[in-house]
């Protein structure tokens, strides 16, 4: 079993727990490495609401094994403190009363030391338990685990961007890190279009073909759709700058209603993370303050912004069909949180097929985030997991730079409001095929 | 011609233009109409930020013909006051900068009296520009013309919603007016469900058959609906109290997050307008404070009721491309403003087809407010019409008891926040067929 | 009796409560003859939260007559609309609860007909009252009509200074009226500094002489007031434009904390009703929008701009006891509602005393607006009055050109927020004696 | 020299600059004792905007001796990092754009060893300086030291304030520590009065009898104050509680106007940081929750507060000269931080003269925080020290048990906004003498 995902697909009866620890100590491990660069007070600070505290975070990842696992199918298992279940209970309001979001940062205690004990705790309890499983749970308890070594994954992906929010806040630019993989950047090619033909497509996960998913990839239903085109590979920092220079931010006609109001609310010109240094548009990244690489896909751009620019380029964002069309025929390689950049880099673009679906920055596309046909919530507080967002939100897909390589499928719907600018998001361009 | 929309449906070269004047008078004394009960006082207030002044809805829709028709198209045309233009544009950021919408409350001047003089003065213009139209102009004229009337239409429906707001903020429940029809409401029967195959669908306008729709029923295209099942009436009261009774607004479970959210900030327990009084459930209605018809459609819910409603039920919300595959084989009548209840009202149930698809109550789909692939934006300013509030807003389908009869379609898309209530709003349930 | 304020002071056994009938009747003609020149809509706007409907405001201080001194002592009056009680009583917390004053604007019923309708019903029940009053109630009746008719005095300059507000937000700058007395602007001469001994001074309204005060002007006590110098007049338009230009607004080393705050928070740049047109200062009148007399007194600043003007100048403002003391020895005279100008205006200056005391502009003080030593509320509801707003605001003196001229005394608290601007207020300059 | 106090009243030619060293030493000594509790992640909260986090105080006061006396004065000053100008400057808007105040708890960086270190190295400067400083700057550089001293003991007090407001919003109620001294609460006995006489009194600061004051305690001055009775011992926990059994904070009638808005507005119930367990009122204290003691004085009440329980019990607080008058002959001892309970306890009354005017409780008067006659700013950035907050803040007096016995003086000005409820603040009752 190389990876958390061939995990992930493979519940069968023969699977042998102790492999589903594997994964479970890998994922684990990955976590901690990411917060190894941290300082104790990095780990306390929340830059806006939708921010959290990384030492939220890793407790948090923690509390969700002990609150769904542990608690109801280990009967052995000691709790390290009866506050902590209210403490990090992310929003499962069936689930107790969540202690309220916003002011996840005022929380000193229990201190990093503490969690840290929090999640050996855990740990060594579910290590007991997967060593000696309880039989009659069994798949009911690797179900959960299935589900929430990807809960933990998509934390993996949170502490990033919530790391890079923090520290961008502070004058001081302080990198994350100083050990970066950095990009060889090739010239970047003309933008190139592929054209599809109408036809019915399958969308969804489809279950029978096995392997994990969650609930809002299912179910697998029908859609028809029109013919279109998509451009080969996402927008680029060169490209979005020219909007900007052709006044893009200024123009009321680019924008959808919302999307302008926010611009002028909060005062908009550039990406999130962009600064104009002597002339220079430089930007905030994992690595601290660089210049723009022109090459590389725009990122950190909200999906107003994204429709705007496509509006402005006489184009528009593909539907999550139309990207899932496309995606399924591509390798699921790319520049993920394995490559190291942590930043989205420029490739050098295949001809006649699209680069960079997956890896590098998630897509915005022009669907709103809604149920599929035969949508089933989870039974229990589990249910509250993915289904009640799904209002006010836009779908996204592809994965980032900041996403675990195993962690990503081409039916995977993530999702953020459509200011939201703090995620690794770009995007690419569609249009339908002229008649 | 016996409607305006019979009208609006022929814009051949052999129509005179005085049958469109006829259309023009017809569509604008029905505003007239519908202010007549109002005193000075009730035509100046803004109840919220989203309701308009009722005197600011009868200038800004003659605005509407000064700015897009008399002033490019009728050279004789001698403005009344060049103050109007930046007051009473609503939205159009392309031409000129709108008077903030909130502030809508403030204006004292110009008076009632003013603003019937405007009123006026643009309907004698209209009057010279379609008795002797220029020849070159006129079918770009009878293009607006065929826009502007809709779009009068939409603000009458807007007079009333705002009316019926802006009445019941008052702590003396005044009536609008006492001679309403009274509905004659018969015992309710249970709710039957209604079963559509699986099959591709063509979804939107076909501009082929000729007729008005607005750019956002463009472009027609295909859609794969799954098999479904779709009730046969809407939601009534009665039934939307057993869910008050069950504790509905009470746990967290039935809710979107957002709806959540909205239930505890807003503290809403009950529909819009709904009040209780020694133990009965009144509502506000346009004829005064009554008891609750529990057999009538339930009315001014928003979105986040309607689905939770539908959670609550084991069902959902149809999507509107299910709701348009039912309507289309629907007869085009119902309760419209023309029927003079002013209120949604029961109707008996039709065996083995779906009633009051139209009128009553706009019904909340399942579906966000995105364009249609194939979708263009009008040209110029009045491509603001519709495209740019794409964004944050579901559909709703039907038309409703204040919309004029003639106003309404099978493809016709309404579009509200998901928070709204105070439009007629209602909804009706839908499920998935099982396998 | 010549006036109200010559009634208001004799309340003795002897006076024939026709006499005070008289009175209230001129009083109540005031109020009507402000609100002549206004149009139904005019009535009913509320401009911001701290404004009031004019129709608010004539049926508010309707409602203090009745509810204060009708029902109370009136056995046989009859109330015209019980719902009225809520809908226009003020602030009186002990009194029900009173209808939330931000929504004022929302009533359009009962109308401005009403409303009258509603006056004339009060007005005839006071006239029958008091033309043959209960005799053993007659003393508490007085008393309370005593503070009634300074009550409606107070709100008829409330009136103007609401109407001004609410016609400014118009973009049409309509006139309230375009008949008002003109200036004769002469020159104004340099300022001149008067001078005071140190000593100990009586301060607050002296019972024993008579006349009415409000609560807040006793108890009379001494204060020990220490040698300093005042201007003989206020500041000027001219002189604050000097520091604007000076770069007043944009130094925060001049402010206070809070007005800085307030300056960066709001954007002032220059006092309420000043718009530069063509590179001329012209500020909103009463009369229209006028370029600004640079003669005549500084109007509609805050507490902040006069006290950073007064830091700018290396003066300060006096105290209310500083004022008081100056005040005392100057005539009742001055530019007040009666000139029927409106509006501040330039005066010769007398040599050697201080001029425009009282009347042009209400002058801030540098003392907070806190009780006197032996401060007594008035007994009931009555004793809401005043008391309760000792808190968070400043005290101005010497009334203004809206105030009427028998309303105003030496020893009369006016009192704001600091950050208020609506209100007729300038200010004039004070400092130490050097030793 | 045996304290700071000491040292900081003695600014003659004669005394060695070592001695000055000295004092500083002992000040920023007991700063970190007050920290040495504190975990890495406590030093990072800001609870609230008003709160700042203990790293950014403790930086703050260090900035402070480099900013006003290290870059002027000591010109061999290496500067550490030239950002934690920007950073660490509170609200001297003269000097540089500060950091935004409610932005401090977002600053991970610097760390908090890094903090640690700018205090050693400004230490070490300061050490260098004061060994041998340049006579020419001598006197200036004391003058700043003197100021510098105290205001370092203002944020020690400020320190323990807010780390208490940091632990209480903590549902875990940690203690800040865990051996303080323990009160040993007598019976307190029944409140008395004290009566004074009417006469001239002697305000503020005298200069001429030598030692520190801050500048807002000057000019002294005469102030005539009226006779008055004033209570023995503040109010207890046990006579507040009486107060809320009386329905206190539901009744509007004992409330300043924005005072029970206040009530409204944030639903208070009871001071800060009580809570009722099993019908027992509780309060957070510094040692972590504790049944609250009925005989200590109340604390963490807001001037509203103070009011509405005034006016219930029929009496008000004292005016600040009141206070001074009768604080002048009273021993300046109490608890103080020196005590080492941090927490208000009950003392035994001293018969016939007032207790506890020093230590335990700061006092609210009834005194709008406003300049004393012959106020005079600092020059400088320094002018910004007091002189601007001088609206909207009431004062208190006499310090409290988290003041350093050493800091406070009769004449002392503390001020808060009437609703802040986070400082040691109680109060005592004074009434008007009967004629
Ligand atoms: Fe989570
Ligand atoms: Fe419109
Ligand atoms: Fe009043
Ligand atoms: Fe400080």
């Not at 308890?141 to 299935?146: C, G, N, Q």
């Not at 799904?390 to 730079?401: D, K, P, T, Y």
Request: charged share 20%; hydrophobic share 40%; proline share 7%.
């Amino acid at each position: 079993m190389s990876s958390a995902h061939d995990a992930v697909i493979d519940r069968s009866d023969s699977l042998h727990a102790k492999e589903w620890l594997r994964a479970y100590q890998r994922v684990r491990a990955a976590t901690e490495a990411i917060c190894a660069p941290l300082h104790k007070e990095d780990y306390m600070v929340q830059s806006m609401a939708d921010v959290s505290p990384p030492k939220w975070h890793i407790a948090h990842v923690t509390w969700f094994f002990e609150a769904f696992i542990l608690k109801p199918f280990y009967a052995a298992y000691q709790i390290l403190d009866p506050a902590y279940d209210h403490l990090f209970n992310s929003y499962y309001e069936t689930h107790g009363v969540p202690f309220p979001r916003a002011e996840r940062g005022t929380l000193s205690r229990p201190t990093v030391d503490d969690v840290y004990r929090y999640r050996a705790h855990v740990d060594l309890a579910m290590q007991a338990l997967l060593t000696d499983p309880p039989q009659e749970h069994l798949p009911e308890i690797l179900r959960r685990l299935e589900l929430g070594l990807p809960h933990e994954q998509q934390h993996q992906e949170l502490l990033l961007m919530d790391i890079k929010h923090i520290l961008a806040q502070n004058p001081l630019c302080p990198a994350y890190r100083d050990d970066l993989v950095p990009a060889h950047a090739p010239e970047v090619k003309a933008l190139g279009w592929l054209a599809y033909r109408a036809g019915i497509q399958h969308i969804g996960h489809d279950a029978s073909a096995g392997g994990f998913a969650y609930d809002n990839e299912m179910g697998r239903h029908r859609q028809f759709v029109e013919a279109f085109e998509i451009a080969d590979r996402p927008v680029t920092n060169g490209e979005f700058l020219e909007f900007m220079q052709a006044g893009g931010y200024t123009k009321p006609e680019h924008w959808l209603a919302d999307g302008w109001a926010t611009v002028k609310a909060e005062g908009w010109q550039a990406p999130l993370y962009w600064v104009e240094r002597d002339g220079v548009w430089h930007h905030y990244t994992l690595g601290g303050l660089v210049p723009v690489d022109m090459s590389a896909p725009v990122c950190h751009v909200s999906f107003f912004e994204a429709d705007a620019y496509a509006q402005w380029a006489g184009a528009r964002l593909p539907t999550e069909a139309e990207w899932e069309t496309v995606a399924r025929d591509v390798p699921l390689t790319g520049n993920f949180v394995d490559q190291d950049h942590l930043q989205p880099v420029a490739t050098k673009r295949a001809e006649g097929m699209p680069s960079q679906m997956f890896g590098d920055v998630w897509e915005w596309t022009g669907s709103a985030y809604r149920p599929y046909p035969g949508f089933r919530k989870l039974p229990g507080s589990l249910g509250e997991y993915n289904g009640k967002f799904m209002s006010g939100q836009m779908v996204l897909r592809g994965g980032c730079c900041a996403t675990p390589a195993d962690h990503i499928r081409a039916t995977y719907r993530n999702f953020f409001p459509p200011q939201a600018r703090w995620a690794f998001s770009g995007f690419r361009l569609a249009r339908d095929t002229d008649a």
